[in-house]
């Protein structure tokens, strides 16, 4: 049996991945993807932790954390294609009219 | 060495490289099927875990649905000019990346967790189990997600519209 701890590793490194992508990219779709892998992995620390201590409640939220993350990238994609009538671009950079 | 712990390491070195090229690529197509590949390798350790139920749901809503999703976005606004890279920030985000892994990982070691995984019962991850305490406990959770999901759908529909 592989032990929790490989699953927490791994599933920080997938997040900091993640984090790494939000951070580097200029590209608001590949942010969302980005996103989306933030949200697996912490998916895989509910389930692990559901394995290791024998409680369905994990497995649960999981459903949860599917069914917003599918709100999310609905609303996100909408998002991005209103802005991207207007702007013709996918570049963060070029939306910041509400920046001080 | 068991036989599950290789399985792990496979699956883990793979998910890994897929989490990386989705962030590396340049091409937007070839992040999102790595971003799926990613879930597929996901929704295997899922598999692995005793989660049978919700590896499934994860290949059909996330690799499924939600992929597609993001495919016909990418494929309807068709971006041509690639985006320019800038080195400074592209440094210090991989500096700050890498803090958060140590921490993480230091987080998630220090701390003695169960050792031995409590013996899981034929029913653990089953569809039952789920909508046993999907049903009872997490009922309310469960009646506000379907909330969430209308307002979801109800914006899209709204922002997606084009304006005249």
């Given at each position: 049996m592989v032990p929790l701890s490989y699953y927490l590793i791994l599933s920080a490194v997938i997040f900091t991945i993640g984090v790494l992508g939000v951070l580097i990219r200029r590209n608001l779709i590949v942010l969302l993807m980005s996103i989306e892998l933030m949200l697996n992995a912490v998916n895989l620390t509910f389930i692990a932790f559901s394995r290791f201590l024998g409680s369905t409640g994990g497995q649960v939220m999981v459903f949860f954390v599917m069914a917003v993350a599918a709100a999310e990238a609905v609303i996100g994609l909408a998002i991005i294609i209103a802005v991207f009538r207007h702007r013709q671009t996918l570049d963060p950079q070029a939306m910041q009219l509400l920046k001080w | 060495m068991t036989g599950s712990e290789i399985l792990f390491f496979i699956l883990a070195g793979l998910l890994a490289i897929a989490a990386l090229l989705v962030v590396f690529q340049r091409n937007v197509v070839h992040c999102a099927m790595a971003l799926v590949a990613a879930l597929f390798l996901i929704a295997i350790l899922f598999l692995t875990l005793q989660a049978p139920m919700v590896g499934v749901l994860q290949i059909l809503v996330y690799a499924g649905a939600i992929m597609v999703l993001f495919l016909f976005v990418i494929m309807f606004l068709n971006p041509t000019t690639l985006e320019a890279r800038h080195g400074l920030w592209r440094r210090f985000g991989a500096i700050m990346a890498l803090l958060l892994a140590g921490a993480l990982v230091a987080v998630t070691t220090n701390d003695n967790p169960p050792?031995?995984?409590?013996?899981?019962?034929?029913?653990?991850?089953?569809p039952e189990a789920l909508a046993q305490s999907l049903f009872t406990e997490f009922v309310l959770p469960f009646e506000i997600a379907s909330v969430l999901l209308l307002v979801a759908m109800v914006g899209a529909v709204v922002l997606g519209k084009r304006e005249r």
């Open positions: - | 050792a031995d995984p409590v013996a899981a019962t034929e029913l653990f991850g089953s």
